[in-house]
């Protein structure tokens, strides 16, 4: 079955940096539309960043000048390089992989933005 697992998410201080990664296995992964999404505590679940097959992109307001989501096509892989961190990206980042009707999550990884 499908797998996308998340990993490079703990704890960091307040202007710190993290690197998330989600690595896919068994599906056609050029095909796919990537996106990494965030839910805090009590919250709704929101979009923090997508990018197409093409490789084009897109940024929630609130993560705009500080994170860049990239893919590597022959890795398999996704990745979220978050800059800048506030406290307030605080949640579990989860990996999502889209193409038509099919979308597939990963399990989350936790991001704690604290000092």
């Known amino acids: 079955q499908v797998q996308l697992v998340e990993s490079g998410g703990g704890l960091v201080q307040p202007g710190g940096s993290l690197r998330l990664s989600c690595a896919a296995s068994?599906?056609?992964?050029?095909?796919?539309?990537m996106g990494w999404y965030r839910q805090a505590p009590g919250k709704e679940r929101e979009l923090v960043a997508t990018?197409?097959?093409?490789?084009?992109?897109n940024y929630a307001d609130s993560v705009k000048g500080r994170f860049t989501i990239s893919r590597d096509n022959a890795k398999n892989t996704v990745y979220l390089q978050m800059n800048s961190l506030k406290p307030e990206d605080t949640a579990v980042y989860y990996c999502?992989?889209?193409?038509?009707?099919?979308?597939?999550w990963g399990q989350g990884t936790q991001v704690t933005v604290s000092s």
């Open positions: 068994r599906i056609f992964f050029r095909l796919y539309a």
């Open positions: 999502r992989a889209n193409f038509q009707l099919r979308t597939y």
């Open positions: 990018i197409t097959t093409e490789g084009i992109t």
